[in-house]
């Protein structure tokens, strides 16, 4: 997908909603963490993009090592942290004569402290980097950095002192931020222990994601996704329940609306609260499913009220999109997430989620006593449901079948298991020959497996969806993820998107959802 | 010289001097200067340093500029200012996606902003070289910068935005500081418009380098150094006359002397008042001379009676490193200043210094009535100087000479001059006789020939000093300084003792004394 810009738009803003949202503001949550071991990085061919890490010395040791020009540290904080930084610097030797220059790296992973930025290719801006070079001119000092950070190493690098003098860092504190509370985490058991270490992994990367909103990724892109939103709000339900969060994100996607009532695929939330000119046909339907899970998790009509406008025209928009043969028209005009695929064809895909987001509006109708509007999208549900079947469905291969092409792919098979476009049996034939075909258009995100595991447990496939997690999430367990990665393809571990895995996220929303998956269906 | 280390020296700490010179902290004066012109660098031959400048549009016309990732423009304040930067940034295009990557190098001359700093190959500390890179996370923003800058030209380099938007500075104001007050500048009319000039550029220098201490240099090395502050001291009399500051300055050298009572060559002001461990034996002695001229300009008696012991002190520590003969003894224990000249024999020119500083003590001691000490001194003056006479002397060259291999230097006859070995009909020929000399190691700062400027006046010579200050200021002056430089040889412009002119500074304190040479002795 290259960038989408839409300088056009017009924003209609809704400032009641917005006020809501303000008010709903989460107070963070604040623990300080000290730095746990001093590392070295080194090329190991069997570790993830080739590079082990090898323990030094304690963290305690740090306040004795003494750096000078050109010298540098790597500082382990043994787990994956979202926060501020705080280092306090001293002089070793003469008075300091000349300002320290210094060079810091953040990483979530020991790629990011072993090769250069300067190497960096892709195709995202590289200001996503996490680095900071900055001069001292007074020492001592405590460096108090006011950018957050998302990170588990630190690289820490004298650029320059002077001959008459070095520096040692005595102490390095990172105080963490999440808008999750840790106490409120609803307890789970589980005897299989790799489950257990999923579920952890889970909670924690979502615990990270929890801001201001439910960002993304800390690391990048730092910002409020209708996709990824539509998932952490289930993972949160289930976990740390802070329900106040996901009725403000959702405030805050309808407040700014374009001139159609579409909700953009995202929000940025400084210095104002700005829509991006960028337009998903899922994500925006995905903001519907969203109000209706919030619904059933909360029974909060007042919010429902509030919102079921804004949510239905997002199921009118989807609509308006299809042919005379209710399909969604596959063109160059459009675009639809789906996955990072590069291959991969969206029209059934994007057909499926318009299914399976009627049937949440149909539910909201229901519950808001709207006959008129849910006899509507009753026989919408109906007509697009036989189209489906009708222009879609290839009852030779036996797979549905999306674009000109008529492509397979997992995302159309798993997103119309989802939508319920056949019977349960069906779906699970359906997916039983799926598991076994070699041919199908892929998957890349672990938001596009998610969709398959959910698929595979609504369909009684539940050994089948547990070996899935464990082969996928554990995958990311056994190659030493400390909270979940926005890209994982077991059969390329280097995979990105953007041209370079230096810019994946490593902690990232839509990989949090094992919690939900592993709660809602064990 | 290389770097002077005594990590065991002692300090003797003295607080009721220490709370004076607190008590006696300026008030910074503050202004905002607007960016003038936009301009380019471009590869001068005829230019010092091989860089000229030409204008591309005007200052308004910065805020229409859209940058881009790797676009660059450089700013042109119009003159040399020492102050903090603000600088309005705002989005153009989509709303900004990623960080704003920004690189800001800032020069007090053209190659600075010309020349990547990457090149540097220097001694000195690459931490002097003005630069920052910094990401900006939220947009717009007006970014305020905490650290003082010394500059004339800011380039601005868009490292990274992302593919969906750029940048437009839309303001760039410095809120220059110091603690010269323009408006007590002492008014002078001269018809010679190349002098006005010239000592239109001292003033400037003088002020430039007056903060919260009589710094050295603004860009480098910022902070209190005796040498320097001796000069400063005289070209302030007679302009700004910021008195207290000098007062505040004598009182913090006396602060923190050695544990033999030596004043250090230089002081650190932050975090606390922090005696460098650099102890040269002419600066120590120009405490004296410093203290001298401050009581001949104010009458303070006060300071003169708490500040007496410490002037002595460093006399008599100038008169213990005499050998049998009362010559200052040459051997590699030691260290003195006299000129960044790598050539230079330090001994004739420091003895020269010892007696130069004994007849400014002399009168302080005659000012106290201290008849003991005053005779004392004396007594040694004289002895010194039959001493100087006899074993410096080499009446057939009809020069002094200097250290065991008999050199004869610039420094070593200016400064036996200005201490009155010999009569003043003598020196006015000796100086003749050098002005002609092809063969005498010659003079590389401001600093040394300030001196022999001042040599010239005192022996009658007004023409030659001041074709001197036109054909050496007025040589910077030609070659572009807006504010008078830390080197300058005429012969060798690029020459920097500390192997790369990059680091030189260009605005130095002590080449600020025309405004001084004119007023005195016009």
Request: charged share 30%.
């Amino acid at each position: 997908m290259e960038f989408q810009q839409n300088l056009d738009h017009e924003i209609v803003r809704n400032e009641r909603f917005e006020k809501v949202a303000d008010q709903l503001k989460p107070t963070l949550h604040r623990e300080n963490v000290e730095v746990a071991r001093l590392v070295e990085v080194e090329k190991d061919e069997g570790k993830i993009h080739g590079w082990g890490v090898r323990e030094i010395d304690s963290g305690a040791a740090l306040e004795d090592k003494v750096l000078g020009k050109g010298d540098s540290i790597i500082l382990d904080f043994n787990d994956h942290l979202v926060g501020y930084l705080k280092l306090d610097v001293k002089p070793v030797g003469s008075p300091p004569d000349a300002p320290l220059h210094l060079k810091l790296t953040f990483g979530e992973m020991p790629v990011e402290v072993a090769e250069p930025f300067s190497n960096y290719k892709g195709r995202l801006s590289s200001s996503w980097l996490q680095e900071e070079i900055i001069h001292v001119d007074v020492l001592p000092q405590v460096l108090e950095f006011s950018r957050r950070y998302s990170f588990r190493y630190l690289k820490l690098e004298v650029l320059d002192t002077s001959p008459k003098y070095k520096v040692s860092f005595t102490k390095a504190v990172v105080e963490t931020v999440t808008s999750a509370d840790k106490e409120k985490l609803v307890p789970a058991e589980y005897k299989d222990n790799e489950l257990a270490e999923i579920e952890r992994i889970s909670n924690k990367t979502l615990l990270d994601c929890m801001q201001d909103v439910f960002e993304d990724g800390p690391k990048r892109d730092r910002r409020l996704w209708l996709g990824d939103l539509h998932l952490q709000a289930q993972a949160n339900y289930v976990s740390f329940q802070n329900n106040d969060l996901v009725k403000r994100n959702l405030y805050q996607f309808a407040a700014v609306p374009n001139q159609h009532g579409q909700v953009s695929a995202n929000l940025f939330i400084a210095p104002t609260l700005i829509p991006d000119d960028t337009f998903l046909y899922d994500y925006s339907l995905l903001f519907t499913s969203t109000l209706h899970d919030y619904y059933e998790a909360t029974g909060d009509k007042e919010t429902l009220v509030d919102l079921w406008p804004t949510a239905l025209r997002q199921v009118e928009l989807g609509i308006e999109r299809l042919d005379e043969n209710n399909i969604v028209i596959d063109d160059e005009t459009w675009w639809s997430f789906i996955d990072w695929q590069g291959d991969l064809n969206k029209q059934a895909p994007s057909q499926a989620i318009l299914l399976f987001v009627l049937r949440k509006a149909i539910a909201l109708a229901e519950a808001l006593e709207k006959k008129a509007e849910q006899e509507k999208l009753a026989e919408a549900l109906e007509r697009i449901t036989q189209a489906t079947v009708e222009h879609l469905w290839d009852e030779e291969q036996g797979f549905f079948i999306s674009g000109s092409d008529r492509q397979v792919s997992w995302a159309s098979q798993v997103w119309m298991v989802l939508a319920g476009v056949l019977e349960k049996e069906d779906n699970q034939q359906l997916l039983k020959r799926l598991l076994k075909d070699k041919e199908a258009v892929g998957m890349n995100t672990p938001y596009m497996h998610h969709h398959l595991v959910e698929a595979l447990f609504i369909s009684d496939l539940k050994k089948e969806a547990l070996d899935w997690i464990k082969m996928y999430w554990g995958g990311m367990v056994r190659d030493g993820a400390d909270t979940f990665w926005e890209l994982y393809n077991p059969e390329d571990k280097e995979f990105s998107p953007y041209g370079d895995h230096i810019i994946n996220s490593y902690c990232h929303a839509w990989s949090c959802t094992p919690t939900y998956l592993l709660r809602k269906y064990l």
